[in-house]
């Protein structure tokens, strides 16, 4: 059993930070890309940055030179740094990795979910 347990979210003023954090444990042959992704009430999920494991990113357009995406290899790690924070980033942000279970079995995995509240 593989499992992504996020932390950090919270309440932040707008111009303010947070960080996220996301641990994936269990059987865990290896990690390709993490990432995260949010959803506000009444809209799709979509991508916010994501990282291989070669340390290449790629961001969405609305949070590029505000979020920081990283990850610790050796601890199965990924963080978010979010900076200069807006009521639009207000959201349920969710951790996602594709982890290797077995002989060419990558699965993609889903954290429970951590709230991110910006007011204005």
């Known amino acids: 059993q593989v499992q992504l347990v996020e932390s950090g979210g919270g309440l932040v003023q707008a111009g303010g930070s947070l960080r996220l954090s996301c641990a994936a444990s269990?059987?865990?042959?290896?990690?390709?890309?993490m990432g995260w992704y949010r959803q506000a009430p009444g809209k799709q999920r979509e991508l916010v940055a994501v990282v291989d494991n070669g340390g290449s990113t790629n961001y969405h357009e609305s949070v590029k030179g505000r979020f920081t995406i990283s990850r610790d290899n050796a601890k199965n790690m990924v963080y978010l740094q979010m900076n200069a924070l807006k009521p639009e980033d207000t959201a349920v942000y969710y951790c996602?990795?594709?982890?290797?279970?077995?002989?060419?079995?990558?699965?993609?995995?889903w954290g429970q979910g951590t709230q991110v509240t910006v007011s204005s």
């Open positions: 269990g059987s865990i042959f290896g990690i390709n890309t």
């Open positions: 996602n990795a594709n982890i290797l279970r077995g002989y060419s079995l990558w699965i993609d995995y």
